[in-house]
């Protein structure tokens, strides 16, 4: 009954992605096989109560697709549309994510098929907190740790760093990311993936020659990473002309008003009664008018069908995986500048390994000095991909790509196949 099924995979997107970088690299067989195959993949059950007092029983999964470079990191999605292929792929793209901007980990993912709008704060916590004590064995500061991802955020990571630390009988704020202030949080991480989508597009605009002021930008999505991206464009003075969520898309020529947006969704959690554009379909938004579009929802939206209508020049990849590799080839084709999902929404990973290296410490930074950092990481991370693509002629997706491969086949090559 929870089980979500897909007709398409959204893993064979990611290992068609890695396959162009691969060929480039001239990489081995011994090292494709490797890379095109998780770690280690969990299913299980989550029994639980609802309110009412009747029995569901749930699936829960865990990728741990690489350690090559350090314990797997990635976060914790609560959809109706989570399945294993899905875990799977977002794992394989955390792996190359971390080494894009040279964290010090691998790459994980978890989930739960399950529709979050329909339960109460109570189910979710006994959700997360049966979801937690089935992977105590294998999750931790040094093994994996999780953070939040679509539909978690930091209570869900504070029910979990609580039963894990029940279990272990001792408090271990470091083994999931993503936390309250309170409990071992870094400040700016709530943040940091729309702040690192900001960062990645003002730079590639700079780049291109085009002015904040000139630069008109659609955000599909407007949780968090899409609420915090449009906020931080505003603030650099750029105009967002259009957003959307569940409800509908939002389309404004002469800007939309993005603080009105955010209190509406913080009150009623959709922008159901948004008047501040007029409203159009989610399908209509993406090839709407503007120059940057910011897809920061979920995979496969970006498809061979829209992707020549598409009327952007800059494509900045919130969400993880939301264009295909034919939607991909239109865009080359066309011109039309990518800046990839594992560079672009890094910024996240990137504070959580600010919030990581915090607990380890037991000391705190203040905000300036994390988001210095984070820009520092990506700029430098960014700069170095433009180098390649520029060098090469190649898209910045597999400049990305080459990258990332390069960095965690030299650790895999250092530490060799145990056999
Ligand atoms: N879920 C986020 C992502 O896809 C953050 C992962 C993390 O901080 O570990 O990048």
């Given at each position: 009954m929870t089980t979500a099924v897909r007709e398409v995979s959204v893993f064979g997107d990611g290992i068609a992605y890695f396959n162009e970088a691969a060929n480039l690299l001239e990489l081995d067989s011994t090292m494709r096989a490797i890379l095109t195959h998780p770690t280690r993949q969990i299913i299980f059950?989550?029994?639980?109560?609802?309110?009412n007092g009747e029995f569901e029983v749930y699936t829960g999964y865990r990728v741990q697709y690489s350690f090559a470079r350090g314990p797997a990191k990635g976060g914790i999605r609560f959809h109706p549309g989570v399945t294993l292929d899905e875990v799977t792929a977002l794992a394989f793209w955390m792996t190359w994510k971390c080494a894009v901007v040279d964290l010090p980990f691998g790459g994980g993912k978890g989930g739960v098929t399950c529709d979050p709008s329909k339960l109460s704060q109570n189910e979710l916590e006994r959700i997360t907190r049966r979801y937690a004590a089935e992977l105590v064995e294998v999750v931790g500061p040094d093994k994996d740790v999780p953070a939040p991802d679509v539909n978690t955020?930091?209570?869900?990571?504070?029910?979990?760093?609580?039963?894990?630390?029940?279990?272990?009988?001792?408090?271990?704020?470091?083994?999931?990311?993503?936390?309250?202030?309170?409990?071992?949080?870094?400040?700016?991480?709530?943040?940091?993936?729309?702040?690192?989508?900001?960062?990645?597009?003002?730079?590639?605009?700079?780049?291109?020659?085009i002015a904040p002021k000139d630069a008109r930008i659609v955000i599909q999505g407007f949780g968090n990473v899409g609420m915090w991206a449009a906020r931080l464009f505003a603030e650099r003075g750029c105009k967002v002309v259009g957003i959307s969520d569940v409800t509908g898309a939002y389309y404004n020529e002469s800007g939309i008003d993005v603080d009105k947006a955010c209190e509406l969704v913080e009150k009623d959690r959709n922008?159901?009664?948004?008047?501040g554009g007029d409203k159009i379909s989610n399908a209509e938004l993406l090839v709407a008018d503007c120059d940057v579009l910011v897809p920061a929802a979920l995979e496969k939206v970006l498809t061979a069908e829209n992707a020549s209508k598409v009327k952007a020049k800059l494509i900045v990849e919130g969400a993880n995986g939301p264009t295909t590799p034919d939607a991909d080839r239109i865009f080359n084709e066309r011109g039309i500048t990518v800046i990839p999902d594992i560079m672009a929404n890094a910024g996240g990973v990137t504070v959580s390994y600010f919030e990581w290296v915090q607990d380890r410490m037991g000391y705190f930074w203040k905000l300036s000095e994390v988001n210095e950092r984070l820009e520092d990481t990506l700029i430098t991370n960014f700069h170095e991909l433009r180098g390649i693509a520029n060098r090469h002629k190649i898209p910045y997706r597999t400049a990305a790509y080459m990258t990332a491969i390069d960095r965690v086949?030299?650790?895999?090559?250092?530490?060799?196949?145990?056999a």
């Open positions: 059950s989550i029994p639980f109560q609802r309110d955020n930091p209570q869900t990571m504070a029910w979990f760093m609580d039963t894990y630390s029940m279990h272990m009988r001792q408090t271990i704020p470091g083994v999931v990311t993503g936390k309250p202030l309170a409990i071992g949080g870094s400040k700016g991480r709530v943040e940091a993936t729309g702040r690192g989508v900001m960062i990645c597009g003002m730079d590639e605009l700079a780049n291109m020659g922008l159901g009664a948004f008047r086949v030299q650790a895999l090559r250092l530490r060799g196949v145990y």
